[in-house]
């Protein structure tokens, strides 16, 4: 069933381009049309903002306290961490069910037809022209901006995993050794990122080879982490540097390594923040996204992440 599903969100993800959507328009700043003195008069009326991504709570201290800092009438900047399917899942459904608790969340590029469908996503917003915000950092659709890469790699246990067999290339995954020792995420956003660099025919057909070195499906990188440390699984592939380095940085003995098989790839718009469609606080989620993608970026404190504007001509990847 595992496989089914992880095939299913893999082609969905790659090959399916989601529906455009279209939502009645609202007498206030968050419109189609905006300007910098609406947004900033509807978020002195707000004066609040509460928002979700996978970073951790370290991560965002300093980033909170310069909007804050640099928007004073803005008095509570409320943060919650959001990872693996079943916290996005659980917010989809609050929001389905009329519960918007956060204005502005982190969307995953392989959840951006779902929340499309629902009809969570704003209509497009010129960001650029509003904030001056990098064209390559901003999604094709404009409902939102990408303010860090996440890196794709490969993590193995390092006590067990023996050297001639950490692996170099991405298809070092596929050595018979690790057939049932190792693990893949369920969701599937470092395929896409393969597709990216390599193709999509050749991810595809890396994708059905992990399958067939029977894998054992995980939720997210925290939970292989886990798995990994304790010796029960070899190695997690692919993955997200930042899973990995969250850990490490804090430990110098941390028993779990890392491989940038053929050199680093840059995640596909890794961190998208996205203001939610009927949300309360709507021009402080705007407000929020477009100063984060500018002034804010030096305030991001974390080395798991690469900033975006790093990369050059992204468009046209």
Known sequence: MAKKLFAMALIFSVVVAPIPG????VVNAAEAKLTMDSILQGAKREGKISWASNLVDEEVVVLNKAFQKEYPFIKSVE???MRGPEENEKLLSEMQSGVFSHDMVHVGEDLIPRYQSLGFLVDPIDWNGLFKIDS?????RRFGVSIANTLAGIMYNKIKVPKESIPKTWNDCLNPFFRGKMATEVRPQQFTELAADKGEEWAMDYAKKIAANKPK???SGTAALTLIV???ILML???SYGTWYRQASRNPNFPVGWAFPEGTILGDRGLILSPMKGADNPNTAI????WAATKGLTNLDTGARVCFIRKPNWASR
């Open 237 to 239: 592939c692919p993955t």
């Open 230 to 232: 304790a010796g029960e």
């Open 79 to 81: 943060y919650t961490r």
């Open 136 to 140: 390559r950092m901003i999604h094709p």
């Open 217 to 219: 499906w995980v939720s």
């Open 287 to 290: 407000l929020f996204v477009g």
């Open 22 to 25: 279209y939502w009645a328009a």
